[in-house]
């Protein structure tokens, strides 16, 4: 028994919170492991959409221990609304949630600067969603970042004054207009909230559920190609975003990871600035923009639409060693007479590559394109792989067989229920 891995292989958005969802009772513990607030991951099921930032998408099945990992960082304003938002539903969030005292924390004048640091960019900006991330980050690998364990020290009030006077030096600098006094009341109000739960060693925790043959999902947030390392960098998140990530982000050594679940849409999307060689700045990615639904779940920013790049998939694949693939929103490209798929980059010195280049963002790349012809069939009266369109199941034929493994799960619709299984990953 180890841990499988869950995470995303193109720019995030990929429904990781559906799929989490739907194999959930296969679990007895599921942890997410990286990201934080920027994260938005949505499940949707009898009719009712939720969204969720930080708490693990386990969290709607009541006999699951859901853990958010000491490699997360943790807003509490934000835990707060989410937990506030979950307690119509009657979930025992108190019981069944477990949070890392190793996580780092998200104060108030993080997101300040956030701000300040997207405004110096101008044009060049990365797209932040200006939750404090990256500044958190920031501070965690200077060492001077506070954890959620320091909120029970009697010295936390100190210690984050300390802080918040090395950002207020900076944000003096960027002549940075600011009010910290509101948000900080709510900051140490949802403090105090967050002193309610388990405030736990988290990797202890982990560790015993392995030892007792648990069953464990570890959850990524984001997507491959923001990986701090292995993405299109700058434009990427703060965090690892790969397998090797839940090692780290949970305290598992490598020699545990068993299943690696790589989610990817039919087709492509990427929120903010960055490199994306299948973008469609026409009506084509308007038409995907608008079917998929496509904005941002945490900023509600219309997300950029593109058709699938083979190449940048394959690549994450490789670096994340995937061991089962999951083909989301298949159902989005119903209506299209046609769609093309990027299986190669042309570059400019005329050279034809499967690989992903390392100047992506600076050099010129075309994408070569192979089309298919569109099934232009509704989707949900589709229950098994066998009952898919002739079109459709040419598709996913071609991408498994370039992709060299079987698309174990084919998302047909948003609810849980909309979702195929192969034979072989049925439990």
């Known amino acids: 028994m180890g841990v499988d891995v869950l995470l995303g292989l193109q720019w995030g958005d990929e429904g990781k919170g559906k799929i989490v969802d739907v194999l959930a009772p296969r679990y007895q513990v599921v942890a997410r492991f990286q990201g934080g607030p920027n994260a938005g991951h949505t499940l949707e099921f009898d009719g009712i959409k939720h969204v969720l930032h930080q708490i693990p998408s386990g ?21 707060k609304k989410e937990a506030d938002a979950l307690s119509k539903y009657n979930l025992d969030l108190r019981g069944n949630l477990h949070i890392s005292k190793k996580a780092a924390l998200i104060i108030p004048s993080h997101r300040l600067l956030d701000a300040a640091y997207e405004r110096e960019k101008g044009e060049h900006r990365i797209g932040s969603t200006l ?107 703060s965090s ?30 990427r929120v903010g600035g960055g490199p994306f060689p299948t973008e469609q700045l026409n009506d084509i990615g308007e038409a ?9 779940a945490t900023t509600g920013r219309p997300r950029r639409c593109g058709w699938l790049d083979l190449p940048a998939l394959k690549y994450a694949m490789m670096i994340n060693g995937v061991t089962r693939l999951v083909m989301m929103k298949a159902d989005v490209l119903n209506g299209f007479d046609e769609i093309r798929v ?14 992903l280049p390392h100047d992506l963002l600076e050099g010129t790349v075309e994408p070569v394109y192979q089309t298919f012809k569109g099934w232009k069939t509704d989707l949900k009266d589709v229950h098994h792989f066998g009952q898919l369109p002739e079109a459709l199941a040419r598709y996913v034929s071609f ?11 084919l998302s047909t619709g948003p609810d849980r229920v909309a979702t195929l299984q192969r034979e072989a990953v049925l439990g």
Request: glycine share 10%; proline share 3%.
């Open 240 to 269: 690892s975003t790969m397998a090797a990530g839940a090692c780290t982000g949970l305290g598992v050594a490598p020699r545990h990871i068993a299943e690696v679940y790589g989610i990817f849409k039919a087709y492509c999307t």
């Open 131 to 237: 939750k404090g991330i990256g500044p958190a980050y920031a501070d965690k690998v200077s060492r001077l970042g506070l954890r959620v364990g320091d909120v029970l020290s009697p010295g936390f009030r100190r210690k984050y004054e300390g802080l918040k006077a090395s950002h207020e030096a900076i944000l003096q600098f960027h002549r940075f207009e600011y009010d910290l006094a509101a948000a900080e009341a709510e900051f140490f109000a949802c403090v105090d909230f967050m002193k309610e739960f388990h405030l736990v060693d988290s990797e202890y925790l982990i560790n015993e559920a392995l030892r007792t043959q648990q069953t464990i999902l570890a959850e990524g947030a984001q997507g491959s190609l923001l990986d701090i390392d292995f993405g299109s960098y700058p434009y990427v998140t």
């Open 399 to 409: 991408l498994e067989e370039t992709l060299g493994l079987p698309i174990n799960f």
């Open 59 to 79: 969290i709607f099945r009541a006999d699951i221990r859901n853990i958010i990992g000491n490699g997360v960082v943790l807003d509490p304003v934000i835990f």
């Open 288 to 296: 995907l923009r608008k079917e998929g639904n496509e904005y941002g």
């Open 342 to 355: 990027c299986t190669h980059y042309r570059l400019a010195d005329g050279t034809v590559t499967e690989q």
